[in-house]
């Protein structure tokens, strides 16, 4: 099994910053993958935000999420703490949501694990 808990989300005003974490820990040793962060609202589909794979491959699901011209999100990570980083710039209400974590186990058969999400709401 793997542990996945996301930290760093709050209150912050329109055009603010937050940098989210993302901690995968298995006791089992497991050999984390690719890891996604997600984002939620009520009643909407959950949103891919951006992944980035074990050798540092990122991919955001919407252009205007990335890093890069007028993009706003960064995502990183750190292999050696098993740690994931999403970076959020220039926030805007429309932001607002559960921003979810997940860990992928690579193998023959390729397993998902989730974070509860933290919170982000952007509002003055």
């Known amino acids: 099994q793997v542990q996945v808990r996301e930290s760093g989300g709050g209150l912050v005003q329109p055009g603010g910053s937050l940098k989210l974490s993302c901690e995968a820990s298995s006791a089992d040793g497991y050999i984390i993958g690719d890891m996604a962060w997600y984002r939620q609202v009520p009643g909407h589909f959950r949103e891919l935000v951006a992944s980035i794979t074990q050798i540092g491959t990122t991919d955001y699901g919407d252009p205007a999420f990335g890093k890069s011209g007028n993009r706003r999100f960064t995502i990183s990570r750190d292999n050696a703490k098993n740690m994931g980083y999403l970076e959020l710039d220039s926030l805007e209400p429309e932001d607002t949501a559960v921003y979810l974590c997940?860990?992928?186990?690579?193998?023959?058969?390729?397993?998902?694990?989730w974070g509860q999400g933290t919170q982000v709401t952007v509002s003055s």
């Open positions: 997940k860990a992928v186990v690579p193998g023959t058969f390729t397993r998902n694990f």
